[in-house]
Nanobody
């Protein structure tokens, strides 16, 4: 059973930065597509960024140029560096791992990001 634990959320002013971390319980990066999703109140959960098992990355248009997804395969940790934060980035951010072979997905518990002055 894979466990994902997010950290790094908090309250930040517009224009500020945060770095989210997702620690995985096992060595799943080589077999999974990892991603960050977010869900704002009253809205559907949406994909923010993803990184494939080969290291290819995707960033949603709404965060492109401001957010960067990365991973440390030795520490089994994934990151989301968020710069130039906007109030509309306010949401609960979730870490996700989807095992490519089985298509089984795992979710973290989420971490709150609030962008407000």
């Amino acid at each position: 059973q894979v466990q994902l634990v997010e950290s790094g959320g908090g309250l930040v002013q517009p224009g500020g930065s945060l770095r989210l971390s997702c620690a995985a319980s096992g060595s799943i990066f080589s077999s999974s597509v990892m991603g960050w999703y977010r869900q704002a109140p009253g809205k559907e959960r949406e994909l923010v960024a993803s990184i494939s098992n080969s290291g290819s990355t995707f960033h949603a248009d709404s965060v492109k140029g401001r957010f960067t997804i990365s991973r440390d395969t030795i520490k089994n940790t994934m990151f989301l560096q968020m710069n130039s934060l906007k109030p509309e980035d306010t949401a609960v951010y979730f870490c996700n791992a989807r095992v490519v072979r089985s298509n089984v997905a795992y979710w973290g518990q989420g971490t709150q990001v609030t962008v407000s002055s």
